[in-house]
């Protein structure tokens, strides 16, 4: 079974900077896995913020950017907004499936 | 404007079967490269994709539960539904519906339904 692993929780200043990232049991991940990236606050439905990567939707702020990293997807928050504190998946597309990660508690402090 | 609704029972049973619905608006699902995929959160858990189920009617299901979930869609009244046999209490959770576009993901969510099994 396909594990995709994040970590479990980071903390940031505001103002900051954070990278999360999101690894695959497989191997290394690369742009052929669409990685997609997805902000939940409580309460709430995720909302999409990256897909194949790199690509913001055309509601997600500047600040969020999608990169591969050593072989993993990665999510950067520059200037991190007070509003930013939230949980955070990825989503990995593995040929006929779909996998998301653990997901990363991110706090904002 | 897309927006998607799920809607179904709120408490099933054990060893039930379990059917929701996904009404959705703002696009067709007999446009090439749409789908619409089902993923559920257990309280205090992370996200579980379930099934997706594409323009063409393409059925991709999650592997450990692909025994037990069937997807369909009903083009004509804006419809996904799926059904998940022989229910069980780590069934719970909130079960979302999503629109999909080949390589953009799951951009549009609905606000989720929580479904108890007990």
């Known amino acids: 079974q396909t594990v995709v692993t994040q970590e479990p929780s980071l903390t940031v200043s505001p103002g900051g900077t954070v990278t999360l990232t999101c690894a695959s049991s497989?191997?290394?991940?690369?742009?052929?896995?669409?990685p997609n990236w997805f902000q939940q606050k409580p309460g709430q439905a995720p909302r999409a913020l990256i897909y194949?990567?790199?690509n913001r939707h055309s509601w997600t702020p500047a600040r969020f950017s999608g990169s591969l990293l050593g072989g993993k997807a990665a999510l950067t928050l520059s200037g991190v907004q007070p509003e930013d504190e939230a949980d955070y998946y990825c989503?990995?597309?593995?040929?006929?499936?779909?996998?998301f990660g653990g997901g990363t508690k991110l706090t904002v402090l | 404007q897309i927006t998607l609704k799920e809607s179904g029972p709120t408490l099933v049973k054990p060893t039930q079967t379990l059917t929701l619905t996904c009404t959705f608006s703002?696009?067709?699902?007999?446009?090439?490269?749409?789908?619409v995929g089902w993923i559920r959160q257990p309280p205090g858990k992370a996200l579980e994709w379930l099934a997706l189920?594409?323009?063409?009617?393409?059925?991709r299901y999650s592997p450990s539960l692909k025994s037990r979930l069937t997807i369909t869609k009903d083009t004509s009244k804006n419809h996904v539904m799926l059904t998940m046999t022989n229910l069980d209490p780590v069934d719970t959770a909130t079960y979302f519906c999503?629109?999909?576009?080949?390589?953009?993901?799951?951009?549009?969510w609905g606000q989720g339904t929580l479904v108890t099994v007990s």
């Open positions: 999503a629109h999909s576009t080949l390589g953009a993901g799951f951009d549009y």
């Open positions: 703002g696009f067709s699902l007999s446009t090439s490269g749409v789908g």
């Open positions: 189920i594409y323009w063409d009617d393409d059925k």
């Open positions: 497989t191997g290394a991940v690369t742009s052929a896995y669409h």
């Open positions: 194949s990567t790199n």
């Open positions: 989503l990995i597309y593995y040929g006929s499936t779909v996998v």
